[in-house]
């Protein structure tokens, strides 16, 4: 109708001729809006590190580092040449951890077993002395050293209780001599042995000799 402005040209009107909705950000003529056009991200730098660091074994870190880069580059959705470096670099970092688990394995035992052992003769060496020190103090007051060969030292000492599993006998050499000897449950044989004439623990933990 005449002096009647319609829809269409009334931002044509307010911005003069020429004006491109879709130039300048609008909607298209099709009325949609323009799609973004935001690049996804390849997740490269993340796959490299994962194959560089699964490379880097320092105790199984490096092995960790690429595991966990591999997920997160995975998840970034990886062109394939990313998505091969990711998978190299998972494969490597579990191989990586699976190697570390049988080298801490292989070595942690041993270790642990030795100092065990090691902890279990420190204990009956330590009963050794307290029943030496229960023996001269039964002596000072005696004259003579209690019990007989064969006997536990927990029945000839009043008081004296040795570390679990742990079993001290005496042994009379002579009137002025006796032995003690260690033993702990699990040990095949004696683990130490005391000599009150040989100056403490014995090197032979078999025990004391006429």
């Known amino acids: ?47 490299i590190t994962s194959l560089v660091s699964s490379l880097v074994w320092v105790v199984g870190i490096g092995s960790v580092v690429a595991v966990v880069t591999a997920i997160l580059a995975f998840r970034r959705r990886p062109d394939p ?3 091969g470096l990711a998978i190299a670099g998972l494969i490597i970092g579990i191989l990586g951890l699976a190697s570390t688990a049988v080298f801490a394995t292989a070595v942690g035992i041993p270790v642990f077993m030795a100092d065990r052992s090691a902890a279990h003769e420190a204990q009956v060496q330590s009963d050794l002395r307290n029943g030496a020190i229960g023996m001269e103090m039964a002596y000072t007051d005696a004259g003579r050293y209690p019990g007989a060969s064969g006997q536990e ?25 006796f032995c003690l000897t260690g033993y702990r449950e699990g040990w095949d044989g004696p683990v130490a042995a005391y000599d009150s004439h040989g100056g403490g623990i014995l090197d032979d933990p078999a025990g004391c000799t006429p």
Not at 166 to 174: H, K
């Open 153 to 177: 030292l927990s029945d000839v000492i009043d008081g004296f209780v040795p570390y679990d599993d742990v079993t001290v006998e005496v042994t009379q050499v002579s009137e002025d001599r």
């Open 1 to 47: 109708m005449p002096g009647v402005t319609t829809a269409d040209e009334v931002p044509r009107a307010a911005v003069g001729p020429g004006f491109d909705p879709s130039a300048a950000g609008g909607f298209a003529a099709s009325g949609r809006p323009p799609t973004p056009g935001a690049p996804a991200s390849s997740g490269r730098g993340l796959a």
């Open 81 to 83: 040449v990313s998505q």
